[in-house]
């Protein structure tokens, strides 16, 4: 795990610690929270509570590639819900899961923010706007095609 000497032993400091954690290890791992705990003088549960309410930290080993798709209203009513029952079908998994062969986890947040985009995939930081069911097949093929590649 990554050297927690170089932060200050200064509860400020948590999200940078856990980023970088993330970054490292592609999650947060459980034993990390311990080591946290101790260098910030902060219980575990302060740590899982900050854990929980941001989108971007995960307690579980994602895949190696981030699919993401925007549930908020605008989305909604412009067909998200079955752009996500498609994503769903192809990758064989549900929201927060990540395929057997650790290449994909699907994930769904609340809003991204770019609602004219609506509805909106993101795979990797790339955002896919006005997103329609019969194109998610393409973009699950064009990922896997840069995975051989």
Do not use: W
Not at 9 to 15: H, S, T, Y
Not at 20 to 28: D, F, M, P, R, T
């Amino acid at each position: 795990m990554e050297n927690l000497s170089e932060f200050e032993a200064n509860q400020k400091d948590l999200i940078h610690i856990l980023h970088k954690i993330q970054a490292e290890y592609g999650y947060i791992p459980s034993q990390a929270l311990s080591s946290i705990s101790k260098h910030l003088k902060i219980s575990e549960s302060e740590i899982f509570g900050v854990l929980t309410f941001y989108k971007a930290f995960s307690l579980k080993p994602r895949g190696k590639h981030l699919v993401t798709i925007c549930m908020g209203t605008a989305c909604h009513v412009r067909g998200a819900p079955m752009i996500l029952d498609e994503l769903k079908r192809q990758l064989s998994i549900e929201p927060g899961e990540t395929t057997e062969d650790d290449l994909f986890t699907l994930e769904t947040v609340n809003c991204v923010g770019a609602c004219a985009l609506g509805p909106i995939v993101i795979s990797d930081g790339n955002y896919h706007g006005q997103m329609k069911t019969r194109e998610v097949n393409k973009l699950i093929n064009k990922i896997k095609k840069e995975i051989k590649e």
